[in-house]
């Protein structure tokens, strides 16, 4: 029996691709974040209730700033922070694609937040910050 990885393919033709409840931490969101910054056809990232913390968050914000399909990207009951919330906002400036992005039930507090809203200021694709 051989072990396939979830991010196997994700560099082919998707379109949605769930990872709800795989206990993926950092290492497994950069290890998606470096692929998604060449998948070309991804629309939908379900990541929601893993364990990604701010350096994941960081690695899939950097991966925002090059991936032009992606419309959607579930993020809600991880860890992530102000500091993973602020490289968020900081790719929303830059991302042209995204148009949805679930954060609820993180530990962003006011700095976070204050991110996000400056981004929102300048990005003219988000439609749903939640």
């Given amino acids: 029996m051989s072990y396939h990885s979830?991010?196997?393919?994700i560099?082919?033709?998707?379109?949605?691709?769930?990872?709800?409840?795989?206990k993926i931490s950092d290492d497994g969101a950069t290890a998606l974040a470096n692929a998604l910054k060449e998948n070309e056809s991804l629309q939908k990232l379900f990541?929601?209730?893993?364990?990604?913390?701010?350096?994941?968050?960081?690695?899939?914000?950097?991966?925002?700033k090059k991936n032009k399909s992606l419309q959607s990207l579930y993020l809600e009951g991880n860890q992530i922070s102000d500091d993973g919330a602020?490289?968020?906002?900081?790719?929303?400036?830059?991302?042209?694609?995204?148009?949805?992005l679930y954060l609820w039930e993180n530990a962003i507090g006011d700095d976070g937040a204050t991110a996000l809203a400056n981004a929102l200021k300048v990005n003219a694709s988000l439609q749903k910050l939640k």
Avoid: C, W
Wanted: glycine share 6%.
């Fill in 11 to 22: 560099t082919h033709k998707m379109f949605n691709r769930s990872l709800v409840y795989k």
């Fill in 47 to 64: 990541l929601s209730r893993n364990k990604i913390g701010d350096d994941g968050a960081k690695a899939l914000a950097n991966a925002l």
């Fill in 6 to 9: 979830p991010f196997d393919g």
């Fill in 86 to 100: 602020t490289a968020l906002s900081n790719a929303l400036k830059e991302n042209k694609s995204l148009q949805e």
